[in-house]
């Protein structure tokens, strides 16, 4: 990560050429030429004493003649400028943090002024930044931007006016990159996307109108559009025709062909038109004119053999959620299968399709008392025992159960049991909480991972809060057999303890001092504050659960004012901690001697309580 002065380098660049001045003379404030001047493009290079670039700004309707310069930093000081090209005079200011200058050059030129900023401070935090594709896909929309399925986002680049240029990877889900912590959200700037469409790449430019630029404490900087959009998928005979993002209110626009005897598309059953209004998220069902019966042959007779009046059932979309714990599938692939006792199941009966959010699925007729399952045998409703999901990914298929008693039936429509809502409740009975680490060792220096920062919190929520707990994200560094699997899903699942941007939890990685105390307060209860209680966490993405710390009298900082929020908490500061969102006190019951925990240390009364059923 590159070095960024004082919270982001903040910048002024306020300029009044051809005698013209700015008119707000705020930051990053530029004044635009009549149409009569000559102008050119001029890149301000920010670096420091060891030529590091910090900052780059271009601006492209600069006057070549004679404009007069502001420049501004809001920590250190500028002690050179130089220029490629041109010429520069009456520059003042130098060593402070403000210098005026005058530049000449010539017509159509391509200037770059290079600023030396010196005396900055150490490196400054970042925040994620991020925007998922699917919210990429609905800003190029709201422009206007007609998009189909071959779209592929290939990178993007946000643009902040007066602060620079942030540029944006591609990662599974979304485009990330970071901002400098403290970063103005004032709604000026662009944003950027390099994509491919077909074989073709473009790069469009979505104005700060079409989007929202935001930040939280939890996830850092997000970029989402300004407008609602919805997705509308296509979908023909259980295969995906194309998808598309529509504005929230917009007409659905010009529909995909179908085959022969194609009629139209369905919604919820009715036929569609072009100037249809999306108000929601929609799958569209291709819909086919029945052909024209042929003249019927002699019927020969036939065995006659039991029937069942056929039934129909609809699977709501969400019971296929389940499939997301094994990645992306092919949407057009999805199917279902009922099974029953006695080994019924109609897994390959035909007939069944998706209607809107419901997946149609037709209940053979033919009854058996035995049999296997797939065998198209009639599965009674009250003899139902689970439901088979199908999907596909890549060349490979997959299978999954889902039993009755996830479900939830209406008569007409299967749906996923709603769960308790997830909650964090801390235990506040009689337990040890920590162990020492063998060997009669405490190790009240040493760290704790962030691994084992989540399965001490896990083991210190009540009973029926930790049954509530369901979600589980997904983490390319924890495994399944992992022994903190369950801790480090449920607790990042239930809001307990944050990712990285990257997608990556880091489980072997020393928890920080704000890390450990915004996972206590979350797991308290206590809502961020907003007061400063140290010198050094100003902007910090924890600032606001230190502040609450301090306030419920959980956390202490150190005799100069400073917290040091990043440094790595040691297993005394923590069990210190847990003691106070768990209110002990007081002398334990029981006393466990440690080899490295004298009487005499501050700690030692704090890790007789976590260790002892006090």
């Known amino acids: 990560m590159k070095k960024l002065c004082s919270a982001a380098l903040v910048l002024a660049l306020c300029f009044a050429f051809c005698g013209a001045a700015a008119a707000d003379g705020g930051i990053g404030a530029a004044v ?10 001029v890149s301000f290079v920010f670096v420091d004493e060891d030529e590091n670039e910090l900052q780059s700004i271009t601006y492209d309707d600069v006057c070549w003649s004679d404009g007069r310069i502001i420049v501004r930093v809001e920590a250190g000081s500028i002690t050179k400028v130089e220029e490629t090209d041109g010429e520069i005079d009456g520059l003042e200011g ?8 005058t530049w ?11 600023i030396t900023v010196s005396g900055l401070a150490s490196e400054i935090p970042t925040a994620p930044l991020t925007v998922s594709l699917s919210d990429a896909k609905a800003m190029l929309a709201s422009c206007g931007i007609a998009l189909g399925g071959e779209l592929e986002i290939l990178g993007g680049t946000l643009i902040l006016t007066g602060t620079g240029r942030f540029e944006l990877t591609v990662g599974e889900d979304g485009l990330y990159g970071e901002l400098p912590q403290g970063t103005a959200i004032d709604g000026t700037g662009a944003l950027e996307l390099s994509c491919l469409l077909g074989s073709a790449s473009s790069d469009f430019r979505i104005y700060a109108e079409a989007y929202r630029l935001s930040y939280s404490l939890s996830e850092g900087y997000r970029i989402e559009p300004a407008t609602e959009t919805h997705t509308v998928r296509f979908v023909d005979k259980s295969r995906t025709v ?3 993002t529509v504005p929230d209110g917009a007409a659905i626009g010009e529909l995909p062909d179908g085959g022969e005897g194609f009629a139209g598309w369905a919604y919820n059953g009715e036929l569609i038109s072009e ?3 999306v108000t929601q998220d929609m799958l569209l069902t291709a819909v086919y004119s029945e052909p024209e019966p042929a003249e019927a042959a002699p019927e020969e007779p036939e065995e006659e053999e039991e029937e069942t009046p056929e039934e129909v059932v609809y699977i709501d ?3 296929f959620s389940a499939l997301e714990a094994f990645g992306d599938w092919d949407d057009g692939s999805l199917r279902a299968a009922l099974v029953g006792e006695n080994s019924r199941g109609n897994e390959n009966y035909g007939g069944s399709y998706w209607l809107g959010d419901y997946y149609v699925l037709s209940n053979c007729s033919r009854s058996s008392d035995e049999g296997t399952e797939g065998e198209n045998t009639y599965v009674p409703i009250d003899e139902l025992t689970h439901i088979v999901l199908f999907a596909g990914y890549g060349e490979e298929e997959i299978s999954m159960r889902v039993s009755v008693g996830e479900l939830e039936f209406d008569g007409r429509v299967f749906s996923l049991a709603e769960e308790a809502e997830p909650f964090l409740e801390l235990d506040l009975g009689r337990y040890a909480y920590m162990q020492g680490r063998g060997g009669g060792i405490f190790a009240p220096e040493g760290n704790i991972t962030r691994a084992e920062a989540a399965q001490l919190m896990l083991n210190c929520l009540t009973e ?7 979600e589980r994200p997904y983490f390319s560094d924890v495994l399944y057999s992992s022994w903190y699997y369950d801790a480090v899903t449920l607790m990042a699942g239930a809001g307990g303890i944050d990712a990285r941007a990257d997608g990556r939890f880091d489980p072997d990685t020393p928890i ?3 890390e450990f105390t915004a996972l206590a307060m979350r797991a308290l209860g206590a809502e961020p504050g907003y007061g400063v209680s140290f010198t050094d966490i100003y902007g910090h993405r924890y600032s606001g659960y230190i502040s609450s710390a301090v306030a419920l009298g959980v956390i202490n900082g150190y005799g100069d004012g400073s917290f040091r929020p990043d440094a790595p908490i040691t297993r005394a500061e923590a069990a210190k901690i847990m003691n106070r969102i768990l209110r002990r006190s007081g002398q334990p019951r029981y006393i466990t001697e440690y080899l490295d925990v004298p009487p005499s240390a501050w700690y030692y009364n704090e890790i007789q309580l976590a260790t002892s059923p006090w």
Do not use: Q
């Open 32 to 41: 635009k030429c009549d149409d009569s001047s000559p102008v050119t493009e």
């Open 94 to 101: 130098l060593g402070s943090r403000e210098v005026t200058f």
């Open 104 to 114: 000449t050059g010539e017509r159509n030129m391509e200037e770059v002024i290079k």
């Open 242 to 244: 194309t998808e598309r």
């Open 275 to 277: 100037s249809f209004t």
């Open 317 to 319: 979309r969400s019971v």
């Open 464 to 470: 029926e809060s930790r049954a509530s707990l369901s």
């Open 512 to 514: 920080t001092r704000a």
